[in-house]
């Protein structure tokens, strides 16, 4: 099992969860454009790892360990976005990058950048100086 896949699940569940208290398969099925068969497959996977409390016919939630593993993924999510748009890449382009990219990035790496963009949000003088740079390099 991939672990993009896994962290894709888990993605899923969480943000169901948040909007209407349960992850259903057939929306998980939908979200995914997978079959609601392979869902259920998964599902069943996810639980024996501990990542989510399942059930037939009602759906899914995620554990504890399953909502600790959600946290970690948004904040890399964020971190990364930050990072993207302190650089001056639009919002879009920074989201799909992030959503792209923090499924492989190391703890010790996040830990990094999020100091860098905490530094960075502190020091915007030399922020604008790098945006000014980037916009004139590309004018050329």
Same mark, same amino acid.
């Given at each position: 099992?991939?672990?993009?896949?896994?962290?894709?699940?888990?993605?899923?569940i969480y943000? /169901?969860?948040?909007?209407?208290?349960?992850?259903?398969?057939?929306? %998980?099925?939908? %979200? /995914?454009?997978?079959?609601?068969?392979?869902?259920?497959?998964? +599902?069943? $996977? +996810?639980? $024996? #790892?501990?990542?989510?409390?399942?059930?037939?016919? @009602?759906?899914a939630c /995620?554990?504890?360990?399953?909502?600790?593993?959600? #946290?970690? /993924?948004?904040?890399?999510?964020?971190?990364?976005?930050?990072?993207?748009?302190?650089? *001056?890449? *639009?919002?879009?382009?920074?989201?799909?990058?992030?959503?792209? %990219? &923090? @499924?492989?990035?190391?703890? &010790?790496?996040?830990?990094? +950048?999020?100091?860098?963009?905490?530094?960075?949000?502190?020091?915007?003088?030399?922020i604008k100086?790098?945006?000014?740079?980037? %916009? #004139?390099?590309? &004018?050329?």
């Amino acid at each position: 099992m991939p672990k993009k896949t896994i962290e894709g699940y888990i993605e899923v569940i969480y943000d /169901l969860e948040k909007k209407r208290g349960i992850a259903r398969t057939s929306d %998980i099925a939908w %979200i /995914l454009g997978i079959r609601e068969a392979s869902v259920t497959e998964m +599902l069943h $996977k +996810l639980q $024996k #790892k501990g990542y989510v409390q399942y059930s037939a016919y @009602h759906g899914a939630c /995620l554990s504890t360990r399953g909502l600790e593993y959600a #946290k970690n /993924l948004m904040n890399k999510h964020a971190i990364l976005a930050e990072f993207f748009r302190i650089l *001056g890449i *639009g919002k879009k382009t920074a989201d799909y990058d992030a959503c792209e %990219i &923090e @499924h492989y990035i190391s703890n &010790e790496t996040i830990q990094c +950048l999020t100091e860098f963009v905490n530094y960075a949000k502190n020091s915007p003088f030399w922020i604008k100086k790098f945006r000014n740079y980037w %916009i #004139k390099k590309n &004018e050329e």
